[in-house]
């Protein structure tokens, strides 16, 4: 008897993927939710590139299926997987906790949305930064210290120096 099939795993992926989306300001959550993406991603092209779709009778709606198939999986990889990729190498750097500091006034503070996943950017000294932590309205154009992942630009801390 086997204690896991495709459908167990499929189910632990699915409830891990639901408790990372409950915890977004959680470093290693935020590389599992992209993660995620990018396998359904590659899901995706495979199966435009290699499932037959039998299923389909009529050749042109078949074809058009496995093109938008394609375009799907190519796009949403080409979206994810350059923040995944820097997220998975900036594990080491989070659990040896070997932070980038960076202060000083953003020059942009996104807004966070409540819909959408909630992150938003903060532009300070150049770089743009990935932020999930609420900051005050008051707060916004402040002097600040933020302690970062050197790849994925993943704010770990915000200070309010002013």
């Known amino acids: 008897m086997k204690l896991f099939g495709l459908g167990g795993f499929i189910f632990l992926i699915f409830i891990c993927s639901?408790?990372?989306?409950?915890?977004?300001?959680f470093f290693p959550n935020w590389?599992?939710?992209r993660l995620i993406f990018v396998g359904l991603s590659a899901f995706f092209l495979v199966i435009g590139m290699f499932h037959g779709m039998k299923?389909?009778?009529?050749?042109?709606?078949?074809?058009?299926?496995?093109?938008l198939f394609v375009i799907l999986g190519f796009a949403c990889l080409?979206?994810?997987?350059?923040q995944a990729l820097a997220g998975v190498l900036d594990l080491g750097s989070y659990y040896k906790k070997e932070y980038v500091t960076v202060s000083g006034?953003?020059?942009?503070v996104g807004s966070m949305s409540v819909r959408k996943i909630r992150e938003q950017t903060i532009e300070i000294n150049g770089?743009?930064?990935?932020?999930?932590?609420?900051i005050d309205l008051d707060d916004r154009y402040k002097k600040m210290e933020i302690r970062?992942?050197?790849?994925?630009?993943?704010?770990?801390?915000?200070?309010?120096?002013?």
């Open 18 to 25: 639901f408790v990372a989306v409950l915890f977004p300001a």
């Open 31 to 33: 590389v599992f939710l």
């Open 55 to 67: 299923s389909i009778q009529r050749k042109l709606k078949r074809l058009t299926v496995k093109f």
């Open 78 to 82: 080409w979206y994810v997987s350059p």
């Open 105 to 108: 006034r953003p020059d942009y």
């Open 127 to 134: 770089l743009e930064l990935i932020n999930t932590r609420k």
């Open 148 to 162: 970062m992942l050197p790849r994925s630009k993943y704010v770990i801390s915000i200070k309010i120096l002013e």
